[in-house]
């Protein structure tokens, strides 16, 4: 018979009564406003809901008694990130909204143009084409999704070789893309596009891929003014955190069962006005998504890169060097926005080579990378997009063995050649790692010398997408070996934009250190 500690029992309380006065404010929000679907949680379904947590936890056995995490950062911290993020490597970042219709400056439109600093291009924008009493509000309207078809992104995204998408389920103006219980007539269903354009997204990725379905959502809202007033207070009250943050993620989850909580606009307020931890406590033992779910690090002032599921530590991080815990870097292909704009130069946009290097080298540092793109108003993905996405999913046909399920090697970036980045494989045991070294620039005389390799009587060397063995010597002055390309033009070549050099049977240990041979 299991006894359940006095802490957990305490723990299991507060989850009680914490989902109990959430389902208050659902309830209350619910009638003061227009008829819609009943909240997700009211009073009485909480309580039988973690009684019933209660109840099966103490006549659980030992041997299947699940950890339960508190509502610290010491103990949530310790959560181990479910495998499925880490072997996937690859994800796509979608940033859509009613900043999509301006689509002019970034997704922080609306803040460039009326906040506490206005930026003057987006004042003049507005001045030279829209009416002097046109508020942010009116162009909800716009946001048509007219060319939205879910089921055509689902087939882009499977085609870009992402194991997982997340979708701004609100940014940081409120809006939102399902047709939420707490924000009534600022919602996809009932201004814009009227359909869950969530929804829809979700039921598309489920139907037709393989890919874990996440969602991001921005604790703050710029304008709102419970938001204004919880911040006028210095945060001492929490109006707003309890009306609208919290009910909006835990009906996000209940509602879409994302395996992805991209959490954001966290940084004005500190993680206890947020009540970042006991969402997350709920999240992880008792939420329908409790197995498989991930979070950032974007829960409040000074928690970024310190805690939380994975650290992002800021947008584009990519330190270059391997981290002690996961990270992920979020990046997007327009290197200016994450919103789209209509008025994007070529320049301003990635390039397939930029793109796979960044995937190199954020791999290779044990790192995931997230990139976005940013659909239309209309919900359509403009071709530069769609050409990116399509142009990663054809290197990673030929170059995944050396993405998905690798893990850093001993060293990353190659001590003699800046163009070489490695990860490894030891799926095989130890007795048989592969280490890959993925190659950013094709030497003009077919040349590649490898510092960072030791070889031994058991090298062998390959190139992905290339069906014969490659020869290759030792260097004699530098150290490391030196490898022979095909001798045919990189355009040849099955990968295109970067090459993967395979190596097995190398020395596991630096040349001073020769010992075992993996």
């Known amino acids: 018979m299991y006894v ?10 507060k989850y009680l009564m914490y989902i109990a006065s959430i389902g208050k404010l659902l309830k209350h929000h619910s009638t003061a406003k227009m008829t819609r679907e009943k909240p997700p949680l009211s009073l009485s379904l909480a309580a039988c809901i973690f009684l019933t947590v209660v109840v099966v936890t103490l006549q659980y056995d030992t041997t299947h008694a699940q950890v339960i995490y508190n509502d610290t950062w010491s103990s949530l911290d310790k959560r181990p990130l479910p495998d499925w993020y880490d072997k996937g490597k690859f994800g796509i970042f979608i940033h859509w909204g009613v900043f999509s ?31 002097p009493d046109f508020t942010y509000p009116d162009f ?17 995204f499977q085609a870009s070789g992402a194991k997982y998408v997340v979708l701004t389920s609100k940014h940081h103006e409120g809006y939102t893309m399902w047709p939420s219980t707490t924000s009534f007539s600022w919602n996809s269903m009932d201004v814009g596009p009227h359909r869950d354009l969530v929804g829809d997204f979700a039921e598309a990725i489920r139907n037709r891929t393989d890919l874990h379905f996440g969602l991001y959502h921005s604790l703050y809202e710029w304008f709102n003014p419970l938001y204004l007033r919880d911040k006028a207070n210095n945060f001492t009250t929490r109006t707003f955190a309890e009306a609208k943050t919290i009910p ?9 069962r994302p395996e992805v909580i991209w959490s954001d606009g966290d940084w004005e307020a500190p993680d206890f006005y947020w009540g970042s931890t006991e969402f997350l406590a709920w999240l992880y033992n008792e939420s329908p998504v409790k197995d498989t779910v991930v979070t950032n690090d974007r829960w409040g002032y000074g928690i970024m890169c310190r805690h939380g599921g994975y650290l992002t530590c800021s947008d584009r991080y990519n330190p270059g060097t391997l981290q002690r815990r996961k990270w992920e870097n979020c990046l997007t292909i327009d290197k200016k926005s994450w919103g789209y704009r209509r008025n994007a130069p070529l320049s301003d946009y990635m390039t397939i080579e930029e793109i796979i290097t960044t995937i190199a080298m954020t791999v290779s540092c044990g790192g995931n990378v997230l990139l976005n793109v940013g659909p239309t108003a209309d919900g359509f993905i403009d071709p530069i997009f769609e050409e990116r ?9 030929v170059n995944g063995e050396a993405i998905y399920e690798s893990v850093p090697w001993k060293h990353q970036n190659d001590t003699i050649n800046g163009n070489v980045w490695y990860t490894s494989n030891n799926s095989s045991g130890r007795s048989r790692v592969i280490v890959f070294a993925i190659l950013l620039k094709w030497p003009s005389d077919n040349l590649v010398s490898l510092g960072s390799i030791v070889s031994s009587s058991k090298t062998k060397v390959t190139l992905l997408g290339y069906d014969e063995p490659l020869d290759w010597v030792e260097d004699e002055v530098a150290g490391g070996i030196v490898v022979s390309l095909p001798s045919v033009s990189p355009a040849q070549m099955r990968s295109q934009w970067a090459w993967t050099i395979k190596l097995i049977g190398v020395e596991s240990f630096n040349q001073a250190d020769r010992k075992s041979v993996v």
Not at 248 to 256: A, D, K, T
Not at 391 to 396: A, T
């Open 140 to 156: 909800a309207k716009e946001l048509s999704a007219t060319f939205y078809d879910p089921n055509w992104w689902a087939d882009l």
């Open 101 to 131: 219709v301006p689509s002019f400056g970034s997704e922080w439109f609306w803040w460039s143009w009326q906040g506490s600093e206005p930026d003057n291009a987006t004042v003049q924008f507005m001045k030279d084409n829209y009416r």
């Open 4 to 13: 359940i500690s006095k802490a957990n029992l305490v723990s299991v309380a």
């Open 389 to 397: 996405l399509r142009q990663v999913g054809q290197w990673l046909s």
């Open 248 to 256: 909006e993620l835990i009906e996000i989850v209940l509602r879409y």
